[in-house]
């Protein structure tokens, strides 16, 4: 399920229901790069330091296990595919949009993957066409597509998401929506924003638009660019466009609502059943109402729903229900999904699908702006002779300890500084003087009396750390 929705801006003059948008400054989590690299990397990509990866997979860690709480089973898949499959699922896949190479073993076209449920899609036809419905499946990993917005270059954006597969509109819709709420709590953010809109509302009434104005009303539907809207309905090529099909577009950018002004969200409700009475859009309504009205009720949802009728997602697989989620900080959704009932049928498994996915840098961000603090992580360095270093190192890493022994004359301090230990631990006297390591962000300790063996002695530091017992072999 792509997380990469069209980045959210406020319209010039106005208030959005939206958290703060976008400011043009590296995310926080990020260390700054030096001006100039000896090794470049190519446009868009970056690496991770330690402490960076860390976050982040252990950010990833406790996402992909809330999902398995909730009954999604993890799936790995590959880096790139043939092309052809990725065509088949997202549509005709621009050579400027995705990074194309030729397969040496087959000759084949392929392409390193811009989005990952094709790919499910694609194993769920193949693999698991007999498997017992419904399907949960859950992953984590990084695609790779064109930047949108300002920066118009290449980047890797980690994910981790769900699909849901054969369960229909209302019963699954709910479903994803009550895991996407929890996820981005159980992620440690508290305050956001779920924009909840129907992909067939504006596509069924650009069905009753020549196409190629109906690809031009498309473009600035999705930027929410209300003054050329009102200029290409107004140009001549929309003389033969039934008027009542005109007035209806020409409101979609206003069709938001939900939030303090209109918590039931009757208001927005109110003026789209009028508008769109009698257009092909009407029944979408009725859909998107239901799945409102239930919503709401759900208590994970409730207080952070908004609706916007005029959300028009790029990727083409969408057919009923999107929606994505959005907090202070990066400017763009930390999570979107939506239903795509027809991707299997293009696989030749026609089934019900729908999922959504959490954009981990996105989330790591809005953590970082919303003061999310992780708990510091236990790492021991262990300055000890080497006689007892290396027993009691493995008895600590069979408690599940990260732990490196340090010789006592190669400054233990300046080095547990700079690779973030949590603690140091000495010898004295035959004790074992447990210390906060400097900026390791621990309370001060204690000593584990002499006489200990190693697995005593192991489970001493861990208490006197204060840490939570953790799991051993």
């Known amino acids: 399920m792509s997380s990469d929705a069209p980045r959210w801006e406020a319209p010039e003059g106005e208030g959005r229901h939206a958290p703060t948008p976008e400011v043009d400054r590296p995310a926080p989590s990020v260390s700054a790069p030096p001006r100039a690299l000896a090794h470049p990397l190519p446009a868009g990509m970056r690496d991770l330091l330690p402490e960076e990866a860390q976050r982040r997979r252990?950010?990833?860690r406790r996402v992909l296990d809330h999902f398995v709480l909730y009954g999604y089973e993890p799936v790995t898949l590959p880096a790139f595919e043939f092309a052809e499959v990725l065509e088949r699922g997202l549509g005709t896949l621009e050579a400027a949009d995705v990074l194309r190479f030729i397969e040496p073993e087959s000759g084949e076209v392929a392409a390193l993957?811009?989005?990952?449920?094709?790919?499910?899609?694609?194993?769920?036809?193949?693999?698991?066409?007999?498997?017992?419905?419904?399907?949960r499946l859950c992953y984590e990993g990084?695609?790779?597509?064109?930047?949108?917005?300002?920066?118009?270059?290449?980047?890797?954006?980690p994910q981790a998401g769900v699909e849901l597969y054969g369960v229909g509109t209302l019963g699954g819709d709910l479903e994803i929506l009550r895991l996407a709420a929890s996820a981005v709590r159980e992620a440690g953010l508290e305050h956001f924003v779920v924009d909840l809109g129907h992909a067939m509302i504006a596509r069924a009434l650009l069905d009753a638009v020549p196409a190629g104005l109906a690809a031009e009303l498309s473009e600035v539907?999705?930027?929410?660019?209300?003054?050329?809207?009102?200029?290409?309905?107004?140009?001549?090529?929309?003389?033969?466009?039934?008027?009542?099909?005109?007035?209806?577009?020409?409101?979609?950018?206003?069709?938001?609502?939900?939030?303090?002004?209109?918590?039931?969200?009757?208001?927005?409700?109110?003026?789209?059943?009028?508008?769109?009475a009698g257009t092909p859009a009407e029944a979408p309504l009725a859909e998107l109402r239901?799945?409102?009205?239930a919503a709401r009720k759900s208590p994970e949802l409730g207080p952070s729903l908004r609706v916007d009728l005029g959300e028009l997602r790029g990727l083409a697989y969408y057919t009923g229900a999107i929606f994505h989620v959005l907090a202070d900080g990066p400017g763009e959704p930390i999570a979107a999904g939506g239903r795509y009932d027809t991707l299997l049928s293009r696989f030749g498994l026609p089934m019900p699908a729908v999922g959504f996915a959490l954009n981990l840098d996105a989330v790591a961000w809005a953590r970082d702006v919303a003061g999310a603090a992780d708990e510091p992580a236990l790492r021991v360095l262990l300055s000890v002779p080497p006689?007892?270093?290396?027993?009691?190192?493995a008895a600590l890493r069979g408690l599940a300890v990260p732990v490196v022994a340090h010789a006592a004359d190669q400054d233990p301090e300046g080095y547990a500084l700079s690779w973030r230990f949590s603690h140091l631990v000495r010898e004295r006297d035959g004790a074992l003087v447990v210390e906060a390591a400097p900026g390791g962000g621990a309370s001060e300790a204690g000593v584990v009396p002499a006489g200990l063996d190693d697995a005593a002695a192991a489970r001493a530091i861990v208490l006197k750390t204060g840490a939570p017992r953790r799991g051993g072999k």
């Open 58 to 60: 252990a950010l990833a």
């Open 113 to 135: 993957r811009p989005d990952m449920t094709p790919q499910i899609a694609r194993l769920v036809a193949t693999r698991l066409a007999s498997a017992p419905r419904p399907i």
């Open 142 to 157: 990084t695609v790779l597509r064109r930047r949108q917005g300002r920066a118009r270059r290449h980047r890797q954006i």
């Open 221 to 276: 539907l999705e930027l929410k660019d209300a003054s050329r809207l009102a200029a290409v309905l107004a140009s001549p090529r929309a003389t033969d466009v039934p008027r009542r099909i005109v007035a209806a577009i020409a409101a979609l950018p206003d069709l938001a609502g939900g939030g303090e002004a209109d918590p039931d969200g009757a208001v927005v409700f109110h003026r789209a059943a009028g508008l769109l």
């Open 290 to 293: 239901a799945l409102w009205d």
């Open 387 to 393: 006689e007892r270093a290396e027993p009691l190192a």
